[in-house]
Protein backbone atom coordinates (compact mmCIF):
# COMPACT_ATOMS: atom_id res chain seq x y z
CA UNK A 1 0.00 0.00 0.00
CA UNK A 2 1.12 3.70 -1.34
CA UNK A 3 1.38 5.79 2.11
CA UNK A 4 0.68 8.50 -0.24
CA UNK A 5 -2.39 6.95 -1.47
CA UNK A 6 -3.66 5.89 1.86
CA UNK A 7 -3.82 8.87 3.33
CA UNK A 8 -5.36 10.77 0.12
CA UNK A 9 -8.35 8.38 0.23
CA UNK A 10 -8.83 8.68 4.12
CA UNK A 11 -9.34 12.62 3.83
CA UNK A 12 -12.22 11.94 1.93
CA UNK A 13 -13.39 10.70 4.92
CA UNK A 14 -11.34 11.94 7.93
CA UNK A 15 -10.72 15.00 7.08
CA UNK A 16 -14.69 15.87 6.07
CA UNK A 17 -15.12 14.92 9.81
CA UNK A 18 -12.82 16.88 11.29
CA UNK A 19 -13.52 19.84 9.14
CA UNK A 20 -17.10 19.94 9.87
CA UNK A 21 -16.95 19.55 13.65
CA UNK A 22 -13.90 22.36 13.66
CA UNK A 23 -16.42 24.67 11.45
CA UNK A 24 -19.28 24.17 13.79
CA UNK A 25 -17.55 24.81 16.87
CA UNK A 26 -16.12 28.24 15.71
CA UNK A 27 -18.70 29.14 13.24
CA UNK A 28 -16.40 29.26 10.16
CA UNK A 29 -17.56 27.44 6.64
CA UNK A 30 -15.09 24.49 5.39
CA UNK A 31 -13.81 26.51 3.07
CA UNK A 32 -12.62 28.93 5.49
CA UNK A 33 -11.43 26.44 7.77
CA UNK A 34 -9.08 25.03 4.96
CA UNK A 35 -7.83 28.45 4.95
CA UNK A 36 -6.97 28.83 8.86
CA UNK A 37 -5.46 25.29 9.09
CA UNK A 38 -4.23 24.73 12.76
CA UNK A 39 -0.40 25.50 12.99
CA UNK A 40 0.41 22.24 14.63
CA UNK A 41 -0.65 18.83 14.52
CA UNK A 42 -2.25 16.70 16.70
CA UNK A 43 0.43 14.22 17.96
CA UNK A 44 -1.01 10.87 19.75
CA UNK A 45 1.37 8.86 22.49
CA UNK A 46 -0.13 6.07 23.69
CA UNK A 47 1.71 3.71 25.97
CA UNK A 48 0.11 0.42 27.25
CA UNK A 49 2.12 -1.58 30.49
CA UNK A 50 0.53 -4.64 30.03
CA UNK A 51 -0.85 -6.84 33.20
CA UNK A 52 0.90 -4.11 36.07
CA UNK A 53 -1.28 -3.70 38.81
CA UNK A 54 -0.72 -0.60 40.76
CA UNK A 55 1.00 -2.81 43.43
CA UNK A 56 3.70 -3.60 40.81
CA UNK A 57 4.34 0.14 40.08
CA UNK A 58 4.29 0.53 44.05
CA UNK A 59 6.70 -2.41 43.91
CA UNK A 60 9.04 -0.89 41.62
CA UNK A 61 9.03 2.72 42.66
CA UNK A 62 10.36 1.38 46.01
CA UNK A 63 12.71 -0.71 44.00
CA UNK A 64 14.24 2.25 42.13
CA UNK A 65 14.02 4.65 45.05
CA UNK A 66 12.66 7.95 43.67
CA UNK A 67 9.41 8.83 41.72
CA UNK A 68 8.83 7.21 38.21
CA UNK A 69 8.13 9.40 35.61
CA UNK A 70 4.15 8.40 35.33
CA UNK A 71 3.66 9.87 38.77
CA UNK A 72 4.43 13.17 37.34
CA UNK A 73 1.49 12.93 35.40
CA UNK A 74 -1.59 10.71 36.98
CA UNK A 75 -4.63 11.90 36.43
CA UNK A 76 -7.59 9.56 36.87
CA UNK A 77 -8.44 5.75 37.33
CA UNK A 78 -9.47 3.08 34.53
CA UNK A 79 -12.35 0.45 34.93
CA UNK A 80 -11.01 -2.47 32.80
CA UNK A 81 -13.62 -5.07 32.82
CA UNK A 82 -14.89 -6.77 29.59
CA UNK A 83 -18.03 -7.57 28.31
CA UNK A 84 -18.36 -11.12 29.39
CA UNK A 85 -16.22 -10.57 33.05
CA UNK A 86 -15.08 -8.48 35.43
CA UNK A 87 -11.50 -9.66 34.84
CA UNK A 88 -10.35 -8.81 31.04
CA UNK A 89 -7.86 -10.61 28.75
CA UNK A 90 -5.78 -8.51 26.87
CA UNK A 91 -7.44 -8.97 23.52
CA UNK A 92 -10.72 -7.28 24.67
CA UNK A 93 -8.80 -4.25 27.15
CA UNK A 94 -6.63 -3.94 23.78
CA UNK A 95 -10.10 -3.57 22.13
CA UNK A 96 -11.64 -1.53 24.15
CA UNK A 97 -8.69 0.75 24.23
CA UNK A 98 -8.34 1.19 20.66
CA UNK A 99 -11.43 0.77 19.05
CA UNK A 100 -13.91 2.11 22.03
CA UNK A 101 -15.69 -1.14 22.32
CA UNK A 102 -15.46 -3.84 24.46
CA UNK A 103 -15.43 -7.64 23.44
CA UNK A 104 -14.70 -10.79 24.39
CA UNK A 105 -11.80 -12.67 25.59
CA UNK A 106 -9.47 -13.33 22.57
CA UNK A 107 -11.20 -11.39 20.26
CA UNK A 108 -9.09 -8.32 18.94
CA UNK A 109 -10.60 -5.38 17.15
CA UNK A 110 -13.90 -7.01 16.74
CA UNK A 111 -16.83 -6.72 18.31
CA UNK A 112 -18.28 -9.77 21.12
CA UNK A 113 -20.43 -12.20 20.29
CA UNK A 114 -21.84 -12.17 23.97
CA UNK A 115 -22.41 -9.61 26.58
CA UNK A 116 -23.23 -9.82 30.04
CA UNK A 117 -21.39 -7.71 32.14
CA UNK A 118 -23.47 -5.30 33.99
CA UNK A 119 -23.07 -1.91 32.13
CA UNK A 120 -21.53 -3.01 28.62
CA UNK A 121 -22.88 -1.88 25.83
CA UNK A 122 -24.98 -4.56 24.27
CA UNK A 123 -24.35 -5.58 20.70
CA UNK A 124 -27.25 -6.79 17.87
CA UNK A 125 -26.78 -10.64 17.13
CA UNK A 126 -25.91 -9.49 13.61
CA UNK A 127 -23.05 -7.63 14.28
CA UNK A 128 -21.53 -10.40 16.71
CA UNK A 129 -17.25 -10.29 15.36
CA UNK A 130 -17.84 -7.34 13.15
CA UNK A 131 -14.46 -5.24 12.94
CA UNK A 132 -14.75 -1.99 14.42
CA UNK A 133 -12.19 1.05 13.46
CA UNK A 134 -9.07 1.48 15.72
CA UNK A 135 -7.67 5.06 16.47
CA UNK A 136 -4.71 4.19 14.46
CA UNK A 137 -6.67 3.86 11.16
CA UNK A 138 -8.12 6.34 11.94
CA UNK A 139 -4.59 8.56 12.41
CA UNK A 140 -3.47 7.29 9.38
CA UNK A 141 -6.80 8.76 7.31
CA UNK A 142 -6.79 11.66 8.92
CA UNK A 143 -3.10 12.34 7.30
CA UNK A 144 -0.77 11.28 10.41
CA UNK A 145 1.98 8.98 10.14
CA UNK A 146 1.40 5.80 12.42
CA UNK A 147 3.52 3.19 14.45
CA UNK A 148 3.15 0.58 16.85
CA UNK A 149 6.07 -0.82 19.33
CA UNK A 150 6.20 -3.50 21.90
CA UNK A 151 8.31 -5.78 23.47
CA UNK A 152 6.48 -9.15 22.69
CA UNK A 153 5.97 -10.65 19.60
CA UNK A 154 4.42 -7.66 17.28
CA UNK A 155 0.95 -9.96 16.64
CA UNK A 156 0.51 -9.81 20.32
CA UNK A 157 -2.85 -9.69 21.62
CA UNK A 158 -2.53 -5.13 22.52
CA UNK A 159 -0.64 -4.18 19.49
CA UNK A 160 -2.97 -6.76 17.47
CA UNK A 161 -6.24 -4.72 18.86
CA UNK A 162 -4.79 -1.65 17.80
CA UNK A 163 -3.36 -2.82 14.21
CA UNK A 164 -5.71 -5.59 13.28
CA UNK A 165 -8.94 -7.62 12.96
CA UNK A 166 -9.80 -10.98 14.31
CA UNK A 167 -11.85 -13.06 16.32
CA UNK A 168 -8.46 -15.15 17.56
CA UNK A 169 -5.53 -13.47 19.09
CA UNK A 170 -3.63 -16.71 18.69
CA UNK A 171 -3.91 -16.66 14.51
CA UNK A 172 -0.53 -14.41 14.35
CA UNK A 173 -0.48 -15.26 10.56
CA UNK A 174 -3.86 -13.33 10.10
CA UNK A 175 -3.19 -10.54 12.15
CA UNK A 176 0.82 -10.15 11.42
CA UNK A 177 -0.87 -10.07 7.31
CA UNK A 178 -3.36 -6.96 8.33
CA UNK A 179 -0.18 -5.30 10.11
CA UNK A 180 1.98 -5.15 7.48
CA UNK A 181 -1.34 -3.83 4.68
CA UNK A 182 -1.90 -1.35 7.44
CA UNK A 183 0.75 0.64 5.51
CA UNK A 184 1.94 2.19 9.29
CA UNK A 185 5.35 3.54 9.04
CA UNK A 186 7.56 2.27 11.73
CA UNK A 187 6.91 -1.48 13.40
CA UNK A 188 9.24 -2.34 16.07
CA UNK A 189 9.16 -5.38 18.40
CA UNK A 190 9.53 -9.12 18.12
CA UNK A 191 7.22 -11.60 15.99
CA UNK A 192 9.76 -12.20 12.72
CA UNK A 193 8.98 -16.11 12.79
CA UNK A 194 4.93 -14.74 11.77
CA UNK A 195 6.48 -12.93 8.55
CA UNK A 196 7.76 -15.74 7.09
CA UNK A 197 6.65 -19.12 5.43
CA UNK A 198 7.57 -22.72 7.11
CA UNK A 199 10.24 -23.15 4.41
CA UNK A 200 11.71 -19.75 5.10
CA UNK A 201 11.98 -21.29 9.26
CA UNK A 202 9.01 -19.15 10.13
CA UNK A 203 5.17 -20.27 10.92
CA UNK A 204 3.32 -19.05 8.26
CA UNK A 205 1.50 -22.16 5.95
CA UNK A 206 0.27 -19.91 3.29
CA UNK A 207 3.79 -19.54 1.68
CA UNK A 208 3.35 -16.06 1.72
CA UNK A 209 6.90 -14.11 3.02
CA UNK A 210 5.39 -11.02 4.23
CA UNK A 211 9.24 -9.48 4.65
CA UNK A 212 9.59 -9.32 0.77
CA UNK A 213 6.36 -7.38 0.77
CA UNK A 214 7.47 -5.01 3.44
CA UNK A 215 10.59 -4.59 1.31
CA UNK A 216 8.76 -3.84 -1.92
CA UNK A 217 7.02 -0.97 -0.27
CA UNK A 218 10.20 0.42 0.92
CA UNK A 219 10.74 -0.62 4.56
CA UNK A 220 14.04 -0.48 6.05
CA UNK A 221 13.77 -4.26 7.38
CA UNK A 222 16.17 -4.18 10.82
CA UNK A 223 17.34 -6.80 13.30
CA UNK A 224 19.32 -5.28 15.33
CA UNK A 225 19.76 -1.88 17.56
CA UNK A 226 22.66 -0.83 15.77
CA UNK A 227 20.85 -1.25 12.31
CA UNK A 228 17.67 0.50 13.78
CA UNK A 229 19.81 3.26 15.68
CA UNK A 230 21.32 4.04 12.12
CA UNK A 231 18.22 4.14 9.99
CA UNK A 232 17.18 7.01 8.29
CA UNK A 233 14.13 5.81 6.86
CA UNK A 234 10.80 7.35 6.86
CA UNK A 235 9.66 3.73 6.76
CA UNK A 236 10.83 1.40 9.56
CA UNK A 237 10.03 -2.03 10.51
CA UNK A 238 12.46 -3.55 13.34
CA UNK A 239 11.94 -7.33 14.02
CA UNK A 240 14.23 -8.15 16.53
CA UNK A 241 13.60 -11.74 17.77
CA UNK A 242 11.30 -14.45 16.25
CA UNK A 243 9.35 -14.41 19.05
CA UNK A 244 9.49 -11.94 22.45
CA UNK A 245 12.25 -10.05 23.28
CA UNK A 246 14.55 -10.28 26.35
CA UNK A 247 13.20 -8.24 29.92
CA UNK A 248 15.47 -5.51 30.20
CA UNK A 249 17.14 -6.92 32.93
CA UNK A 250 18.31 -9.90 31.18
CA UNK A 251 19.17 -8.37 27.69
CA UNK A 252 22.78 -6.45 28.40
CA UNK A 253 23.96 -10.66 28.96
CA UNK A 254 21.35 -12.80 26.81
CA UNK A 255 20.24 -10.33 24.08
CA UNK A 256 22.75 -7.31 23.61
CA UNK A 257 21.44 -6.91 19.86
CA UNK A 258 18.20 -6.33 20.81
CA UNK A 259 17.16 -2.40 21.49
CA UNK A 260 15.32 -1.17 25.00
CA UNK A 261 11.88 0.04 24.81
CA UNK A 262 13.25 3.41 25.50
CA UNK A 263 15.36 3.52 22.38
CA UNK A 264 12.32 1.91 19.89
CA UNK A 265 10.34 4.80 21.88
CA UNK A 266 12.75 7.50 20.89
CA UNK A 267 13.43 6.40 16.98
CA UNK A 268 10.06 6.29 16.42
CA UNK A 269 9.04 9.36 17.71
CA UNK A 270 12.12 10.68 15.92
CA UNK A 271 10.93 9.05 12.56
CA UNK A 272 7.13 10.02 13.26
CA UNK A 273 7.75 13.18 13.77
CA UNK A 274 8.96 14.14 10.41
CA UNK A 275 5.60 13.81 9.33
CA UNK A 276 4.53 17.45 9.52
CA UNK A 277 0.78 16.23 9.47
CA UNK A 278 1.38 15.04 13.04
CA UNK A 279 1.62 11.33 14.49
CA UNK A 280 0.01 8.68 16.30
CA UNK A 281 2.39 6.45 18.32
CA UNK A 282 1.26 2.82 20.01
CA UNK A 283 3.81 1.57 22.66
CA UNK A 284 3.69 -1.19 24.67
CA UNK A 285 5.78 -2.68 27.56
CA UNK A 286 4.38 -6.29 26.96
CA UNK A 287 6.18 -8.03 29.77
CA UNK A 288 5.21 -7.31 33.02
CA UNK A 289 2.51 -9.65 32.35
CA UNK A 290 4.13 -12.27 31.67
CA UNK A 291 6.51 -12.14 34.86
CA UNK A 292 2.91 -11.61 36.75
CA UNK A 293 1.26 -14.95 35.34
CA UNK A 294 4.50 -16.23 36.69
CA UNK A 295 4.73 -14.95 40.23
CA UNK A 296 8.23 -13.56 39.70
CA UNK A 297 8.97 -9.75 40.99
CA UNK A 298 12.53 -9.38 39.39
CA UNK A 299 10.36 -9.51 36.12
CA UNK A 300 7.46 -7.33 37.46
CA UNK A 301 10.30 -4.70 38.17
CA UNK A 302 12.34 -4.98 35.63
CA UNK A 303 9.88 -4.05 32.96
CA UNK A 304 7.51 -1.67 34.81
CA UNK A 305 11.05 0.48 35.48
CA UNK A 306 11.35 0.13 31.56
CA UNK A 307 8.53 0.69 30.62
CA UNK A 308 8.58 4.66 32.96
CA UNK A 309 11.72 5.23 30.73
CA UNK A 310 9.17 4.91 27.59
CA UNK A 311 7.05 7.20 29.69
CA UNK A 312 9.67 9.89 30.11
CA UNK A 313 11.06 9.43 26.48
CA UNK A 314 7.32 10.51 25.35
CA UNK A 315 6.54 13.38 28.12
CA UNK A 316 10.08 14.75 27.32
CA UNK A 317 8.64 14.97 23.86
CA UNK A 318 5.22 16.13 24.66
CA UNK A 319 6.59 18.74 26.92
CA UNK A 320 8.92 20.39 24.60
CA UNK A 321 6.11 20.18 21.54
CA UNK A 322 3.49 21.46 23.55
CA UNK A 323 0.84 19.85 20.71
CA UNK A 324 1.18 16.18 22.21
CA UNK A 325 -1.31 14.12 24.01
CA UNK A 326 0.49 11.64 26.00
CA UNK A 327 -1.71 8.27 27.52
CA UNK A 328 -0.26 5.91 30.13
CA UNK A 329 -2.03 3.17 31.88
CA UNK A 330 -1.92 -0.20 32.30
CA UNK A 331 -4.79 -2.64 30.58
CA UNK A 332 -5.86 -4.85 33.59
CA UNK A 333 -4.29 -6.29 36.79
CA UNK A 334 -2.29 -9.58 37.27
CA UNK A 335 -1.07 -11.61 39.91
CA UNK A 336 -2.71 -10.14 42.92
CA UNK A 337 0.41 -9.19 44.44
CA UNK A 338 0.60 -7.75 47.65
CA UNK A 339 3.55 -6.17 49.30
CA UNK A 340 3.19 -7.86 53.04
CA UNK A 341 2.28 -11.57 53.50
CA UNK A 342 1.85 -13.84 56.38
CA UNK A 343 5.33 -13.46 57.40
CA UNK A 344 3.85 -9.58 58.31
CA UNK A 345 0.85 -10.71 59.81
CA UNK A 346 2.18 -8.97 63.38
CA UNK A 347 4.24 -6.80 62.26
CA UNK A 348 3.16 -5.15 59.38
CA UNK A 349 2.65 -1.57 61.00
CA UNK A 350 6.93 -1.50 61.69
CA UNK A 351 8.26 -3.90 58.89
CA UNK A 352 10.70 -1.21 57.04
CA UNK A 353 10.89 -1.21 53.46
CA UNK A 354 14.50 -2.73 53.34
CA UNK A 355 12.60 -5.92 54.32
CA UNK A 356 10.67 -5.99 51.30
CA UNK A 357 13.03 -4.37 48.65
CA UNK A 358 16.87 -5.62 50.08
CA UNK A 359 16.35 -9.13 48.87
CA UNK A 360 15.33 -8.38 45.43
CA UNK A 361 18.08 -5.93 45.09
CA UNK A 362 20.22 -9.68 45.50
CA UNK A 363 18.46 -10.71 41.93
CA UNK A 364 20.89 -10.53 38.91
CA UNK A 365 18.40 -11.96 36.38
CA UNK A 366 14.18 -12.35 36.18
CA UNK A 367 12.90 -15.58 36.25
CA UNK A 368 13.16 -16.13 32.25
CA UNK A 369 16.95 -15.52 32.41
CA UNK A 370 17.65 -17.78 34.85
CA UNK A 371 15.89 -20.38 33.73
CA UNK A 372 17.35 -20.10 30.97
CA UNK A 373 20.80 -20.89 32.08
CA UNK A 374 19.73 -23.76 34.67
CA UNK A 375 20.73 -26.88 32.71
CA UNK A 376 18.16 -29.79 31.76
CA UNK A 377 19.21 -32.11 34.55
CA UNK A 378 18.81 -28.96 37.72
CA UNK A 379 22.72 -29.71 38.27
CA UNK A 380 23.59 -25.99 38.70
CA UNK A 381 20.53 -25.48 40.58
CA UNK A 382 21.78 -23.34 43.65
CA UNK A 383 23.90 -21.10 41.04
CA UNK A 384 21.05 -20.34 39.36
CA UNK A 385 19.05 -19.46 42.85
CA UNK A 386 21.88 -17.18 43.18
CA UNK A 387 21.35 -15.21 40.21
CA UNK A 388 17.82 -14.70 41.11
CA UNK A 389 18.88 -13.30 44.56
CA UNK A 390 18.31 -16.58 46.44
CA UNK A 391 21.53 -16.56 48.13
CA UNK A 392 23.68 -18.81 51.21
CA UNK A 393 20.16 -20.77 51.14
CA UNK A 394 18.74 -22.19 54.20
CA UNK A 395 18.07 -25.70 55.20
CA UNK A 396 14.52 -25.75 54.24
CA UNK A 397 15.70 -23.93 50.90
CA UNK A 398 17.91 -26.38 50.17
CA UNK A 399 15.83 -28.95 50.91
CA UNK A 400 12.57 -27.71 48.49
CA UNK A 401 15.60 -27.33 45.69
CA UNK A 402 16.89 -30.41 45.59
CA UNK A 403 13.09 -32.20 45.74
CA UNK A 404 12.48 -30.38 42.17
CA UNK A 405 13.22 -32.35 39.54
CA UNK A 406 12.56 -30.27 35.88
CA UNK A 407 12.86 -27.08 34.86
CA UNK A 408 9.13 -26.10 35.07
CA UNK A 409 8.83 -27.42 38.68
CA UNK A 410 12.06 -24.96 39.28
CA UNK A 411 9.96 -22.11 37.51
CA UNK A 412 7.73 -22.37 40.03
CA UNK A 413 9.52 -22.83 43.34
CA UNK A 414 12.17 -20.18 42.98
CA UNK A 415 9.05 -16.95 42.98
CA UNK A 416 8.17 -19.00 45.81
CA UNK A 417 11.10 -18.84 47.96
CA UNK A 418 11.69 -14.94 46.64
CA UNK A 419 8.85 -13.76 47.58
CA UNK A 420 8.72 -15.67 50.75
CA UNK A 421 12.50 -13.72 51.63
CA UNK A 422 10.73 -10.51 50.48
CA UNK A 423 7.61 -10.69 52.43
CA UNK A 424 5.49 -10.62 49.32
CA UNK A 425 2.41 -12.09 47.98
CA UNK A 426 0.49 -13.05 45.02
CA UNK A 427 -3.17 -14.66 44.94
CA UNK A 428 -3.49 -15.82 41.27
CA UNK A 429 -0.79 -17.02 38.72
CA UNK A 430 -3.90 -14.94 36.04
CA UNK A 431 -5.25 -11.36 35.59
CA UNK A 432 -7.06 -9.85 38.51
CA UNK A 433 -10.42 -7.34 37.98
CA UNK A 434 -9.51 -4.03 39.72
CA UNK A 435 -9.54 -0.40 38.23
CA UNK A 436 -6.06 0.65 37.39
CA UNK A 437 -4.37 4.47 37.43
CA UNK A 438 -4.43 6.80 34.56
CA UNK A 439 -1.71 8.74 33.32
CA UNK A 440 -2.34 11.55 30.98
CA UNK A 441 -0.76 14.96 29.83
CA UNK A 442 -1.38 17.53 27.10
CA UNK A 443 -4.14 18.93 24.66
CA UNK A 444 -7.35 17.20 25.67
CA UNK A 445 -5.86 14.49 27.48
CA UNK A 446 -8.65 12.31 29.62
CA UNK A 447 -8.85 12.52 33.39
CA UNK A 448 -10.88 11.68 36.44
CA UNK A 449 -12.61 7.90 37.10
CA UNK A 450 -13.12 6.61 33.17
CA UNK A 451 -14.23 3.53 31.40
CA UNK A 452 -11.25 2.00 29.31
CA UNK A 453 -13.38 2.86 26.22
CA UNK A 454 -13.36 6.24 27.03
CA UNK A 455 -9.32 6.47 26.37
CA UNK A 456 -10.17 5.30 22.79
CA UNK A 457 -12.65 8.29 22.32
CA UNK A 458 -10.61 10.85 24.23
CA UNK A 459 -7.70 10.01 21.33
CA UNK A 460 -10.38 9.96 18.58
CA UNK A 461 -11.89 13.48 19.08
CA UNK A 462 -8.45 14.57 20.25
CA UNK A 463 -7.39 13.74 16.52
CA UNK A 464 -10.67 15.04 14.81
CA UNK A 465 -12.75 12.23 14.08
CA UNK A 466 -15.43 9.79 15.25
CA UNK A 467 -14.79 5.92 15.57
CA UNK A 468 -18.34 5.11 14.91
CA UNK A 469 -18.52 7.08 11.61
CA UNK A 470 -15.04 5.23 10.83
CA UNK A 471 -16.07 1.96 11.13
CA UNK A 472 -19.34 2.21 8.67
CA UNK A 473 -16.48 4.30 6.35
CA UNK A 474 -14.65 0.79 6.59
CA UNK A 475 -16.15 -2.36 7.30
CA UNK A 476 -19.62 -2.73 5.40
CA UNK A 477 -20.86 -6.31 5.23
CA UNK A 478 -19.59 -6.91 1.77
CA UNK A 479 -22.30 -9.36 0.94
CA UNK A 480 -25.04 -6.45 1.41
CA UNK A 481 -22.91 -3.44 0.22
CA UNK A 482 -22.16 -5.31 -3.08
CA UNK A 483 -26.08 -6.13 -3.84
CA UNK A 484 -27.06 -3.29 -3.02
CA UNK A 485 -25.53 -1.96 -6.52
CA UNK A 486 -26.96 -5.33 -8.36
CA UNK A 487 -23.76 -7.47 -7.76
CA UNK A 488 -23.65 -10.90 -7.15
CA UNK A 489 -20.84 -12.03 -5.02
CA UNK A 490 -19.54 -15.00 -4.09
CA UNK A 491 -16.78 -16.14 -1.30
CA UNK A 492 -13.56 -18.74 -2.47
CA UNK A 493 -12.58 -20.83 0.39
CA UNK A 494 -11.36 -23.65 -1.67
CA UNK A 495 -7.88 -22.43 -0.51
CA UNK A 496 -7.62 -23.11 3.24
CA UNK A 497 -4.97 -20.16 3.70
CA UNK A 498 -6.33 -17.96 1.10
CA UNK A 499 -9.91 -16.40 1.21
CA UNK A 500 -11.35 -14.62 -1.54
CA UNK A 501 -14.41 -12.84 -2.67
CA UNK A 502 -15.81 -12.67 -6.03
CA UNK A 503 -18.08 -9.95 -7.38
CA UNK A 504 -19.39 -9.99 -10.44
CA UNK A 505 -21.38 -6.77 -12.09
CA UNK A 506 -22.72 -6.93 -15.55
CA UNK A 507 -19.32 -8.27 -17.69
CA UNK A 508 -17.25 -6.83 -14.43
CA UNK A 509 -15.67 -9.07 -11.80
CA UNK A 510 -13.53 -7.91 -9.39
CA UNK A 511 -11.41 -10.14 -6.62
CA UNK A 512 -10.87 -9.00 -3.03
CA UNK A 513 -8.63 -11.10 -0.77
CA UNK A 514 -8.60 -11.32 2.82
CA UNK A 515 -6.12 -9.70 5.24
CA UNK A 516 -4.77 -7.20 2.32
CA UNK A 517 -5.63 -3.65 1.43
CA UNK A 518 -5.96 -4.39 -2.77
CA UNK A 519 -9.19 -4.68 -5.21
CA UNK A 520 -8.47 -6.50 -8.49
CA UNK A 521 -10.91 -4.93 -11.22
CA UNK A 522 -10.15 -6.36 -14.91
CA UNK A 523 -6.92 -7.25 -14.26
CA UNK A 524 -6.22 -4.21 -12.32
CA UNK A 525 -5.20 -3.83 -9.00
CA UNK A 526 -6.49 -0.64 -6.75
CA UNK A 527 -4.73 0.03 -3.40
CA UNK A 528 -7.61 0.54 -1.00
CA UNK A 529 -8.19 2.63 2.31
CA UNK A 530 -8.77 -0.16 4.56
CA UNK A 531 -7.78 -4.08 5.38
CA UNK A 532 -10.56 -6.61 4.39
CA UNK A 533 -11.73 -8.75 7.23
CA UNK A 534 -12.95 -12.09 6.74
CA UNK A 535 -14.83 -12.82 10.35
CA UNK A 536 -17.54 -15.27 10.85
CA UNK A 537 -18.44 -16.09 7.94
CA UNK A 538 -18.35 -12.68 6.29
CA UNK A 539 -16.18 -10.24 4.51
CA UNK A 540 -16.02 -6.92 5.56
CA UNK A 541 -15.06 -4.10 2.65
CA UNK A 542 -14.54 -0.43 2.83
CA UNK A 543 -17.54 1.81 1.19
CA UNK A 544 -14.23 2.63 -1.38
CA UNK A 545 -14.47 -0.79 -2.69
CA UNK A 546 -18.14 -0.86 -3.72
CA UNK A 547 -17.23 2.97 -5.29
CA UNK A 548 -14.61 1.91 -7.44
CA UNK A 549 -16.91 -1.58 -9.01
CA UNK A 550 -19.80 1.14 -9.51
CA UNK A 551 -17.26 3.62 -10.46
CA UNK A 552 -15.55 0.83 -13.70
CA UNK A 553 -18.91 -1.81 -14.52
Request: hydrophobic share 35%; no cysteine.
Amino acid sequence: MKKGTKKVLGLTLASSLALSAFAAADGFTKQEVRAKKPEKPMNVIMLVMDGASSSATTLARWYKGKPLAMDEIATGGVRTFSSESAITDSAPAGTALATGNKSNSGYVGVLPSLVNSPGAQKVKEKDAFRPVANVLEGAELSGRATGIVATSEIQHATPAAFSSHHGNRNNFSVIAEQQVYQDMEVVLGGGKSALLPESNGGTRKDGENLISELEKENYDFVETKADLMKSRSEKIWGSFSNKALAYDMDRQTTNPDQPTLEEMTSKSLQTLSKDKDGFFLFVEGSKPDWAAHANDPIGMISDVLAFDNAVQKALNYAKKDGNTMVIALTDHGNSGLTIGNQNTNKNYDTTPVSAYIDPLKKAKMTLEGVTGVLKDDLSNMEEAAALYGITDPSSDEKAKMAAAKTKAEAGVLLPKLLANRANLGFTTGGHTGEDVFLYSYGPKKPYGMIDNTEVAEAMAKGMGFSLDKLTDELFMDASKAFKQIGATVKMDRSNANETKLIVKRGRTEAVLKADKDEMVIKGKTYELNSVIVDSNGKFYVPKQAVELLKKNS
